[in-house]
């Protein structure tokens, strides 16, 4: 058998594997990012284009997955080339939290969970200092420079926009169009949300001061959609926690929010949506496959 019809067989074993031989923890969260087995499995599922093996290194003594040839250590979920090995502690770990079902009801919160929300945003900030390792994505979106990268965006006209994303997103983004134009013939809230857009925001390339943490929007895989006059309601948590420092509690109604049928549309073609995190980003949607993947497998974010 050769090579690649090894790794067909090794994927639809994967693929078709009961989904009982996975270790029930009662908190996945806190183990989920330990096991290479379970997370390299859920990056194979999502590139099966790009990702062609995920094995053991005897030698080496680590998993690995393989992208065009080429070997990503595990190295503590840093996913890192051979010759990177050692430095695990210079960068943040690639699946470091679950992508949650719901979004996070602050009416639920107990005071625990608000006192976990300031720590967790301290925590984010520090997290926020470290970076990537960018091996994956360079294998993965091609080009970690600038210049490199931007060979790779594309600009298109995509709902009411022109925007410009990295041209591997394009059938999803097709689909996605198709979806809800579809959608919105049946649905007056999906109807209102495509004719309130004022702006889409793609490809961006932003170097963030005092911090070398490279947002999704500088490799072209994440997409903000504003819409016209949100005016009372808020968006995005970090604009209103300047001089609001209770921002978690502001209840969902004075949140701006798509439907629900437009982020089930995009989650279905593995983007995630900001407004499902804690430090919410209601207009922010990211291509981030292997979240929605660790969900399907109940592998999900607690919302409280
Ligand atoms: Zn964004």
Redesign the pocket.
Known sequence: MNRKALSLLLLCMLLFSPSSTLPAWSDPSERVFDDPWLVLRSLLVSYPDRISLVDYDSVQGDWFLEIDGTRLYWARGRLLLKKDLGTESQWRAYVDYLYPDKIPDPSRFTEETIGRLNAELLAEQRRNALDFNPAFYTLLYGGESRRKIEASITRFDWLTARVSVHRSLVPALKRIEQRLNDEAGSNPEVARFLSQISRI?GYNWREVRDSTRR???SWGI???ILPVGWGQKNIYWNWISYWNEKWMLIPLDRRWMPPDAVVEIFEEEGFVW?GKWHLW?N????YRPELIVLGKWGYRGTPE
């Open positions: 925001e947002s999704q929007h994440a997409i903000d900001g980003d207009m922010h949607f990211e």
